[in-house]
């Protein structure tokens, strides 16, 4: 029984820090260098347009750019959600390890709490028999 109940809980882990690391992941994916190529595709795009050059020209200049930055986007998205997810795992495995120091903790001072109890329910008949 604890086995499934331990094995829950990776899963539930797991599933936390999978989450945790989309959502940080796709937050951080789009950072500054991506916004100036970006930026720096409009501008060759604009001047390439305004120089008199036929969109047969600047259409493809304009959609190999814009598939560059998706893709460096997504490659940067794929690394940082990996190292996210290293660390949300990290951080999970640590919280599991205090709260289960803690339960060991409380169970030994609740066992403590009990013999203390019952040495003096024992130490109380001994002494009404005498």
């Given at each position: ?10 899963e539930e882990i797991n599933q936390t ?114």
């Amino acid at each position: 029984m604890e086995e499934t109940e331990v094995s829950e809980q990776v899963e539930e882990i797991n599933q936390t820090a999978a989450t945790r690391a989309k959502v940080r992941a796709r937050v951080a994916r789009w950072d500054l260098n991506i916004a100036i190529f970006l930026f720096a595709v409009l501008i060759i795009v604009i001047i390439l347009l305004f120089q008199g050059i036929g969109i047969e020209v600047v259409a493809p200049i304009a959609v190999f750019g814009l598939v560059m930055v998706w893709l460096v986007g997504w490659r940067r998205g794929r690394e940082l959600y990996e190292s996210f997810y290293d660390e949300e795992l990290a951080k999970l495995e640590q919280e599991l390890e205090k709260k289960e120091k803690k339960k060991e903790k409380e169970g030994k001072i609740e066992k403590a709490v009990e013999e203390t109890i019952d040495e003096k329910i024992q130490k109380a008949l001994r002494e009404r028999w005498k």
